[in-house]
């Protein structure tokens, strides 16, 4: 079993920044794909960012320019840093890892942005 505890949220003003972490643990075989994904109230969930076992990144273009990913493997924490939050950004965020086939989520965090 896989667990995903999220961190960080919280409200800030447009145009503020806040950096997410997502730590680890319980039974891991390797390094993983791992993203963050986002719901905003009234929405479907969707994907943000991600990052391969290899470092390599991607970004929803919503977010690309303004939010950072990236992770520590041997503190097995992801990190998402957002900057020049708006408005939109408002959601809770959630961590993924895939495993052997699995999605394995966290609880989220709540990041709310004020105009």
């Known amino acids: 079993q896989v667990q995903l505890v999220e961190s960080g949220g919280g409200l800030v003003q447009a145009g503020g920044s806040l950096r997410l972490s997502c730590a680890a643990s319980?039974?891991?075989?390797?390094?993983?794909?791992m993203g963050w994904y986002r719901q905003a109230p009234g929405k479907q969930r969707e994907w943000v960012a991600g990052?391969?076992?290899?470092?390599?990144?991607n970004y929803a273009d919503s977010v690309k320019g303004r939010f950072s990913i990236s992770r520590d493997n041997a503190k097995k924490t992801l990190y998402l840093q957002m900057n020049s939050l708006k408005p939109e950004d408002t959601a809770v965020y959630y961590c993924?890892?895939?495993?052997?086939?699995?999605?394995?989520w966290g609880k989220g965090t709540l990041v709310t942005v004020s105009s």
């Open positions: 990052i391969t076992s290899g470092g390599f990144t």
């Open positions: 993924n890892l895939k495993q052997a086939g699995i999605n394995y």
């Open positions: 319980g039974t891991i075989f390797s390094i993983n794909a």
